[in-house]
Every structure is written in C-alpha cells, then in structure tokens.
C-alpha cells in the first residue's frame, strides 16, 4: 500500500490557504485575483508532480496522470465561500495532488493513474456547481456569459480577465475516469460526536424547499373577536407545528427537516397579522422518504386550506435537488482501506451538504470520503480538523485509490 | 325626553372632518396647525351652544354647561392617528356638544347640565393619553417638556406655536362632574356582527403585552442532525403552539390573545435559527382572568426552559393596564336609554381597546356607548358608521344624560 508524505500534504495546505488567508479562514471566493494566483500555484504543484496539466476555458484546474489506462478521478473545490474555512474544499484538491505523488513514488503503485481536478465556484459566487457542470457539458456559453456575482461582476469577464477566456472547456470521458472520489470535510457534528475519524459517504441527500404562504385578514389586536378571527399567524404555527409532529412520526435515521425563515405582517405585537410565510425545507438520502415527506405536508396544508379561515399556498423554492447515491463497489474499497487504516474508527454516514460528486454522478460512479470538523463547524473563519485526522484521511484516499484502479485493472 | 337634532350633528361631524380631510378619512395628529384650527372652530361652536369654553395648557378644549348643581362630563378627542377615521374620536365630541345643545334647548331639560371635552392626544402622537391625564392630574410640566413626536417635533413648542403654552392646565372637580360618558365608534366588528345598534359598554379590558426571547444555536440546516439541533425557531412554534391551546381551554367570552411578531434570526431557509423572539398580548375585562393567563403561559415557559434545549425568557413590555370596570349606575341609565329609543337593538358588551375614559375612571364614575363600525374597520381612512346609527347613538346619549343628570339631582 502507497504511503502519503503527511508533512508535505499538510505544507501544501498551508501554502494554499496563504492564498487570501484571514486568520485562520480565508477568503478566495472564485475567479477574484487571489483565486488565480491561487490556480496558478495549483497548476505547477501538480507539474512538478509529474501531471499533464489544463487549466480551461471555466477554469477548471485538471492534472493528467502519465500512467496508462483507467485513472481515478480525484477533486473538490479550491473557491470558498465570502467568508471560508481553510480546508472546505482545498482538502479535497491537495488529498488528490498528494495520493497522486504517493502512488507515483511506490513502484509497486506507479501505474496506478489518479487524476486531480479544483472545480471552478462549487460555493456559487456565478452560479451551481459552475466547472463540475460544465466538465459534464452541463453549462451552455450563454450561462456563462449572464452569470455575475451579487456584486454585478460578470464571470465572463473575470474569465479573460484570468486569461482563461476563449480556452476550451474540457470534457469528462467516461473510459478514461470510470469513477470518482471526493474528500471533504464533514460540515457537521456526526463524526465529532460519535468519536469516529472517517466518514464513508453512503449517498448525498436530496433537498425540497418550499415556501408556504397565508394569506388571512388584518384586524385591530383588541377589538378582533377570537372567533371572527383569520390570523395568518396562528394558522402558520399550527401547521408548523403539525408539519413537525408529522415528520417526526415518519422520519428516517439521517432525515433533517428545517423552518428557518418565519415572516408575519405587518409585526406588531397588537395587530393580528393578516398575511404570513415561512420556508420548509427538508432533507433525505432516499427518495422513496423525501416523497412521502413532501406527501405528508401537502395534506397537512390540505387539510388546513380545508378547514379555513387562512388560506394556504405552497411554491416550490430552488432547485428540487434528488439524492445521489454513492457507488457501492467504491465504498467497500473505501472501508476496507478505512479499516485498514484506522480499524473500528470509521463509519458509514451521509453528506446532508451539496457536492461537486453530486453533478460528476450524473454519468460516472462517485464515492465521498468525510473527516470531522471540529465542532461541527464549516463556512466560517473558524473551520477546522485536527491535523491527524487530516493526514489520516489522506491515507485512507491513496490506498483507497490503489484498491479501485487495481480492480478496474483486473489486478484487485 | 329631549330630541336632538340629527342634521346639525352629522353637518358639525362633517364640517370638523372638513380639517384635514383626505377623501372619507381624516389627517390630524395633535397640535399640528390643522389640529389647532379644528380646536379654534370646536371651541366657538360650543360658545354658540352657550357653553363656557376654555382652551387649558396643553391643548384640551373644555365646555361647561350654565346650569347650576352637578354636570355629567361628555367627551372624546379629536386628534386622529397619522391615517384616522373621521369618527373616532371626534363623535364622541360632538355628541357631547349636541345632548348640551338638546337639552338646553328643551325647557323640561334645560336645568339639566353637560360639559364638553376634546381631550388631547388621545392618539399617543405625543405619549399616553396626554390632555384626559393632565385633567386628572397625572402629567407633570417635565413630561411635557420631553414629549416628542416620532419625528422629533416636540410638544411644548407646538403648545407655544399655538398659544396655548403657559395656560394653567384644567382639572377634573369630581363634585361638579360625579361622571363621564364616552361615546365611540366600536372598532371592531361585533355590533354589526350580532346585528345590534347600540353597544353599552361594561368595561375597557386589560392588556398585558410580554416578549419572549428563544436563545439556542445556529447551524447548518443540511449537516445538523435532529437530536443535536437546538432550533430557536421550533422552540418559538412549539411553545407559540402550546400558548394557544391553553389559553383556548381558560378563555373567557371576550378574551382575545394575539402573536402578532415572531422573528428568526438569521432567518435563512437552510440555516437552523439560532435566536427567536416573539410578542404575546393578550387582553381581557376581568383582571383575576388576566392572571390566569399570565400564569398560564408562564407556566409553559418554565416546563419548556426545564426540558430544553433551548432557554426561553420573558420581558413584560409597555404598560400593564389593569381592566377598568364601567359604574353599574350610569351602565344602567344608559341602558334604559338605549331600550327606550332601540326597544331589543342593544347590548352589554365590553371595549377592546383604550380610551380616555380609562384615565378618568381613576377618579370618577365612568360610562362608554358604542356604534357599529361598518366592517369593523378603525384606523383607517375607510372607517365609517352608518348615519342612522350615528343620530341613534346620540339620541340614546341624549336620554341617558337626562337620566343620570336628573338622578345626581334627586329628580331621577
């Protein structure tokens, strides 16, 4: 099994989060300067690791393995959100770069073919998941050419400002990269609280999001009868309470359910409100569950429209995103190499959060592998793991890829 | 009995909606200049009805009847909110000027004396209830030397731009005034409701106003899993919720409670809410009620705090007004009045809201009589009463002064 260089693993990190550092965070939020600049250094790590290297026409930064036949395609992201943690994402990236060195080291791994690839905004500064989409040919030029950020600048533009405009836009190709792995770290308090140091992703959950309006009538807080009453307010807590008593009954081991926007009108404390929304939205590794969630909220709203006074209406909000499960052949090579490394030490579990993996799914099989944030912390300076767990879950990756390209090699 | 006269009362409405009009509403907040001049025109109309008029220090126009021995005291105010009614307020007024006028007109009632006021500030342009707690005694100099509006305009200088600065300020005799009725629109919407034209009032309920505060802890709406969440806004639905229900199980006939603020904090649809707050008002004629609620709702705080996760406090916010009970006497004058000229078309019911009459129960006697409010509607330029209910109303006061006047002078 290929041995990673945990020191060189965690310098690089350290390098890479130089690029728009804010303390321990960092702000790199994609194609701004300090996100070329940060590319660019990418681009010659993964030259003096022996990698072909493109950065295309989106900025998608893709080292090349020189070995011949099927490699596995390794990546995340190295964007971050306005205010980013130093390892969401970049881990992933630098876990790719270093299993490809390590492999590339041990005779007994060098024709094991990794390939390494920073997608471009996965945090959505332009749009979804821009260079993962567009690396499965997803993203049209003239996405491209609308998309700007909240502060008006076009990606486009950013594009030839960087000097990427005009490239072309590389394409997955199934044959050469039959599968992919993407590390990251947990996002949340699952490992953290169970003691576990690896996270074999099972499935990215999918995700409804819904608005529900109320649509009553406004009236004097004093003079209004109980009775004559239509108090959006009223109506919302009741069905909100419901919707959770409901969801509760029928709830999967992983299901999160979320009300976290609450609006009434006009909002004062002696005015019964007379119009009132709040966002639902719920989240779910299978889909067989997140339909019969959305069923079962639905007839809640029934019931109550049927009841009155209020008047309830749903909109869906978003993208109505579907679960993507994780391949099951790469997750045993996965949690062999996990039990391997660290044995007793690894679980099962699923990504509540979105993934580049989530799109790469769409024509290949894709595989996640987690490490726990301390405190359960993420999108904010203060996002972290301790470093064992880092140089930990790197290991498990190189020999994880050793596992799967030698299956598909006929030598596993 | 003495007969009022229904065409001068509804043109002297009519010409006093005339300041400030805006189409069916009326713009006249306190001492603006238009405030002043309907004060100038109220106080020369009831210098025509023989009154001896007064116009004290801050602002309040006071009309005393000739007639010698004990006056019933009739008034309201005619300030308006920021977008008023053209009745509220201002009825109750005029009323009082046209049952002066009545019945002095009538030799069989002349005797018989009413005294007019126009209370100001009524509205809290200014603060609570200004010129009906000067009268009583209840507004020291510095409260008035402090008084500001929402835009800054203070309500000494306005006293001074309209003369009335440095008058000695009126105040309530209790032995040449033994009580007070108020007449007023309804503001809401239960007359009309039960079909009924005359609403003798009982009392003017309590409020008591709380805001409760739900500290928990912000996350990932995606990779927080359920049991470890402590979700102010489900913290907020649940007690909200449960609020409702146990005052639904101890309310009385006219009990109305109302949340009609509730805020998330950071109010995103994919961040569980790590803060909440809402308002409770809950209002009631009878004050032991009032405090079965409040301990009611207290009650479920605590058991909420004792099981968590999040903490839940409670802040009583503006005043707490204790019910005030209307005298049974006058209640009873008013109420053979009301069955002499309405045989069947009245009842008893209680005022939902505050008014002046609150403040000067402090010290005397004091009656309300309500007319319908057409939908309902008050604090807004829609506001109306049907004419006949408006010439009925002060017909009905008519009688009752002559009643209770009449029985103060033993010829009841």
């Known amino acids: 099994m290929p041995r990673i260089n945990g020191q060189r693993l965690l310098d690089d990190l350290k390098t890479l989060r130089a690029y728009g550092a804010t303390g321990n965070g960092v702000v790199r939020t994609s194609l701004t300067d300090i996100d070329i600049e940060s590319r660019n250094w990418l681009a010659e790590r993964m030259k003096e690791a022996g990698l072909a290297v493109t950065i295309d026409g989106i900025g998608n930064v893709i080292g090349r393995s020189p070995a011949s036949g099927p490699a596995l395609l390794m990546g995340s992201h190295t964007d971050t959100q306005p ?8 881990m992933g990236v630098i876990y790719g770069l270093e299993v490809a060195r390590a492999l590339s080291e041990d005779p007994k791994t060098a024709g094991l073919g990794v ?28 996405e491209i050419a609308r998309a700007k950020d909240v502060d008006g600048r076009g990606m486009a533009e950013s594009l030839a400002k960087a000097g990427y405009a005009g490239r072309p836009r590389d394409r997955l190709d199934p044959k050469r990269n039959p599968g992919y792995l993407e590390a990251h770290i947990e996002q949340g308090g699952h490992l953290e609280n169970s003691g576990k140091r690896i996270g074999v992703v099972t499935a990215i959950v999918g995700i409804r999001t819904f608005r529900l309006a109320f649509e009553g009538a406004q009236n004097h807080a004093g003079t209004t009868p109980m009775p004559i009453r239509k ?3 009223m109506a919302l807590v009741r069905l909100a309470y419901r919707i959770d ?25 002696s005015i019964v409100p007379g119009f009132a929304d709040m966002f639902l939205q719920f989240r779910d590794p299978d889909e067989g569950r997140m339909e019969r969630f959305e069923a079962a ?58 993934h580049d993996a989530m799109i790469i799914g769409d024509e290949i099989p894709v595989s996640m592998l987690f490490v726990p944030s301390i405190g359960g912390v993420s999108h904010d300076f203060s996002e972290d793991t301790a470093e064992d767990d880092i140089i930990l879950g790197c290991q498990v990756c190189a020999d994880a890829a050793a596992r799967i390209v030698r299956g598909w090699k006929g030598g596993g």
């Open 297 to 354: 909220f639905r007839a809640l709203v029934a019931e109550a429209n049927a009841a009155g006074p209020v008047a309830i209406s749903i909109e869906p909000k978003g993208e109505k995103i579907t679960p993507t499960p994780m391949d099951e052949a790469l997750q045993a090579h996965i949690a062999a190499a996990a039990e391997a490394d660290a044995p007793g030490n690894w679980i099962h579990m699923p990504s509540g959060a979105g």
């Open 231 to 233: 108090d959006a307010g």
């Open 245 to 269: 008593e409901a969801f509760e009954a029928i709830k999967g081991e992983r299901t999160v359910w979320t009300m976290g926007r609450i609006a009434l009108h006009p909002g004062s404390h």
């Open 115 to 142: 390939d390494v690839a920073s997608w471009m905004d996965e945090e959505g500064t332009f749009g979804i998941c821009m260079g993962s989409r567009s690396f499965l040919g997803q993203v049209p030029d003239g």
């Open 83 to 90: 205010e980013g943690g130093w390892l969401d994402g970049a």
